[in-house]
């Protein structure tokens, strides 16, 4: 099987409160599994987290995997992405390409956390920093660098951390304690489509480039359709053999559906900012702001 | 270079050159304006060096000469100044000196040299017609440009000269207008060309109902110059402009043969029912339906979120029942730029494109949306 890795949105970072269902394939979630919430002061966030998804759907469909090492992906033989691998090929270092939850290392697999209220605090302390939302590698050092190892160094830190992080400072404090009242972004509404490819060489051939982006132009329109969206942006992505990545897009004011039209603003793109002067690794082309037309506007030429 | 030159003179010539400097530029001469002073006349021009526009007015030259100074800071000054004379100096350092009243102003500029050359014309095809004719056919067509830059070829008028006659089209690919006239065309001079948007733009503003231009293309360059009822005298303006490389497509084919009804519609009537039904458009819900049923047409618009719209037409109409949904815009801006009287409205049925016609030259072409 091979599968196109799909970029999700992620929820608002659910550190807490959380629920977490792992490997759910085997066992579909029961409605009781659902706790009610209405006399909850505290809000509380479900994560399910279908990690190493692609590998546990072929284990489960095929008995003989289960308990292998399972990559799924581009053939051996090939250069690609790793759309998934199992838990038992993760043991030979081989990680998957999806950001799907890189953060939330907590007991996996098959890891079911139950964080109450009342222990967030503690369960918290022992994570490292860059475990809270908002640290990347830039404030992990800032505070690593000043003896900030784990959330529960932050919550003892008598000083002020504006000293060392500025504006973000009373934020990752509260953050530490696990005070959170960002609105949780549920993910369902469709923002953008897009689709990717990276070759097995480095191409600069026109008609090659050419068939992958009327290939994606085509699955990006089927999709639009499918969700009755017009798209008022496209945007295409280059990644160059050194894997410097460039981005380019451009906004119309007729809500695309057509393959032709994406795939002729696809090109357009890649010729107006002569992206192609030299042989890509990557190609992709994607649209966005996306909006639902009452009706479609059709053309002479 | 010393001249005096009138206030109402020195307005004249910036404003009809200082719309082509860009606001953003890279290159510091082309925010200037080129004076040139010699005889009786100044002249200004400037340039985004896609398009060149110059003009010459009547000036006293004391001392001719020529230098560049930044056009915006001029126009400013002198449009503020509240006498009716001004003398204009710019010395060997290229520092404009301008006098009026009581009035002392010092800009620096930069030196002529710099500015760029106006382009040659060679083996140029040539054609003379009125500004009332350009204007009139421009006014009809250039609403129909495509703004959209990835069809590039789309952004600007397409101009023909064959057969005696004088063409032009405008199409964005969703609508098409087309304005044609008799002209003595010689056989060396036949030819067509793309004039960008920004040129037809300029054109738009600088052509007068009085008065000659005089067209000449080559290749990739077109000159436009706009003299006044008496050829000759100092007022006359040039535009030069770069041509839209590229196949202009076909638009004969798209425009349809055989129309099954023609429905004849007071123009102001039909204009401002279709501006009052656009206000209930929304950019999720952008089209007016057209329902003609027995001497009557219905516009509405309704969107979700705001409201609906209902305007009821007599016309004379005995055809069977046809509803036709467009983008309002796309009916509104012909009817904005004719003049008639009536117009009339030919349908084939819902989902071919719809033609709009006059007693006159011009046809327009729009494609229907097809509502969900």
């Known amino acids: ?301 | 270079m010393n001249l005096t030159v009138s206030k109402e003179q020195i307005i004249n010539g910036l404003q009809a050159v200082q719309n082509v400097v860009s606001t953003r530029t890279t290159l510091p001469i082309l925010s200037n304006v080129l004076l040139h002073a010699q005889e009786n006349r100044l002249e200004f021009t400037a340039t985004d060096l896609d398009v060149t526009i110059s003009c010459g007015v009547e000036a006293k030259v004391h001392k001719p000469g020529a230098s560049t100074v930044p056009v915006r800071r001029l126009f400013s000054i002198v449009r503020e100044l509240p006498n009716l004379d001004i003398d204009l100096e710019v010395d060997e350092k290229h520092a404009c000196t301008i006098r009026s009243g009581a009035s002392f102003y010092k800009i620096h500029g930069l030196s002529a040299d710099e500015f760029p050359p106006l382009p040659a014309f060679n083996e140029e095809k040539k054609v003379t017609l009125s500004q009332e004719t350009v204007r009139d056919m421009m006014r009809k067509t250039s609403f129909a440009m495509s703004t959209d830059e990835s069809r590039y070829v789309l952004n600007g008028i397409y101009i023909s000269l064959k057969d005696h006659k004088l063409t032009m089209v405008a199409t964005d690919g969703r609508r098409l207008a087309l304005a044609d006239e008799e002209v003595e065309v010689v056989e060396s001079s036949q030819g067509e060309f793309i004039v960008p948007s920004k040129t037809v733009n300029e054109l738009n503003r600088l052509l007068q109902p009085k008065g000659g231009v005089e067209m000449h293309y080559a290749e990739n360059q077109a000159s436009f110059r706009l003299t006044g009822e008496n050829p000759g005298a100092g007022d006359a303006i040039l535009v030069i402009t770069k041509l839209i490389e590229g196949n202009y497509p076909n638009y004969r084919q798209v425009i349809p043969s055989e129309m099954k009804e023609r429905i004849a519609l007071a123009r102001e009537e039909f204009l401002h029912a279709l501006r009052r039904a656009e206000i209930m458009t929304s950019e999720k819900s952008n089209s007016v339906k057209l329902s003609f049923g027995k001497n009557k047409l219905e516009i509405t618009a309704n969107s979700a979120d705001i409201g609906e719209a209902k305007e009821t037409l007599a016309v004379n109409y005995k055809g069977p029942d046809l509803a036709i949904a467009f983008n309002p815009k796309y009916m509104i801006d012909p009817l904005n730029a004719l003049t008639q009287d009536e117009v009339f409205v030919e349908l084939i049925d819902e989902l071919s494109p719809g033609v709009l016609k006059i007693n006159g030259p011009f046809l327009y072409v729009v494609m229907p949306m097809r509502l969900s």
């Open chain 1, 1 to 301: 099987m091979s599968v196109t890795p799909q970029l999700t949105s992620r929820p608002a970072h659910p550190f807490w409160h959380r629920l977490r269902l792992e490997s759910v394939m085997g066992t579909p979630l029961r409605p009781e599994g659902i706790v009610s919430c209405s006399m909850l002061m505290f809000r509380v966030i479900f994560h399910l987290d279908m990690d190493a998804f692609y590998a546990s759907v072929e284990q489960r469909d095929n008995p003989a995997l289960r308990g292998r090492p399972v990559i799924v992906g581009t053939p051996p033989t090939q250069r690609g992405v790793v759309c998934a691998a199992s838990y038992e090929a993760r043991k030979f270092g081989v990680r998957s390409a999806m950001p799907s939850a890189t953060a939330d290392d907590y007991r996996k697999p098959d890891g079911l956390t139950l964080v109450p209220e009342k222990e967030k605090v503690q369960f918290l302390r022992p994570l490292p920093v860059r475990a809270l939302y908002g640290v990347g590698r830039v404030t992990e050092s800032i505070l690593n660098r000043e003896g900030l190892q784990t959330v529960g160094d932050l919550q003892d830190f008598p000083g002020d951390l504006r000293a060392l992080v500025g504006s973000f400072g009373p934020t990752l404090k509260e953050f530490a304690f696990g005070h959170d009242d960002r609105p949780l972004e549920s993910g369902d509404e469709i923002k953008s489509i897009s689709g990717e490819e990276t070759f097995l060489k480095d191409t600069d051939d026109r008609q090659v480039l050419r068939a992958c982006l009327r290939q994606q132009a085509e699955d990006i329109s089927a999709r639009l359709k499918h969700r009755r969206l017009g798209a008022h942006t496209v945007q295409v992505k280059v990644r160059y053999g050194d894997f410097i990545t460039l981005t380019r897009q451009i906004s119309v004011e007729d809500p695309l559906t057509e393959a032709r039209e994406i795939y002729r603003l696809g090109c357009f793109l890649l010729g107006r900012e002569k992206l192609v002067s030299r042989p890509l690794r990557l190609l992709g082309l994607g649209v966005a702001s996306l909006r639902e037309p009452s009706g479609r506007q059709l053309f002479l030429l």
